[in-house]
């Protein structure tokens, strides 16, 4: 069975967009989805792929967050092979053993201008380093992203798409629910 994996962003998060886990399932199942489940409370649900494209989905899910919570918030879906994929691009195996130093950001594009992306000095950030691979930014901080100049930097270079985050476990777990 296919799955998709909805990515939402700002949830749950310094006390500002409240939306618990049930709450989350319940959305979900109210919009048809089934066998859904929900990881942590930041906004990671996974559901058997409704038939429908994921941009599809994700404009469903945010209407119906706007509607019902009255939350304006991005959200991203990903079918179960894009995620998978995105695990085996990652290009820093290296960082695997340390998960919580490795980051992905979810993008709702492939950006059209990276120009300020690519303007990034990688000596000036060592030993943090970064990969643009299609739609997904791979961000690892071996030294850990709270203290990262490289972590900042990026995060303000605007590609001019939507983009959420997450770290190496969440991403992996959220592989393992999809693919089981």
Known sequence: MSRQIALLRGINVGGHNSFPKAKQRELAESLGFEDVSVLLQTGN??????????????????????ADLGLTVPVLVRTGDELAAAVAANPFPQAVPEPKSLHVTFLSAVPADTSRLDALDPAA???????????????????????SKLADAVSRAPLGVTATARNWNTVTKLLALATA
């Open 45 to 66: 649900i996974v559901f058997a792929d409704p038939g429908t494209p994921p941009q599809e989905t994700a404009r469903l899910i945010h209407d119906r967050i706007a």
């Open 125 to 147: 950030f060592a030993p943090d380093q970064y990969r643009l691979i299609g739609r997904e930014l791979y961000l690892w901080c071996p030294g850990g992203i709270g203290r």
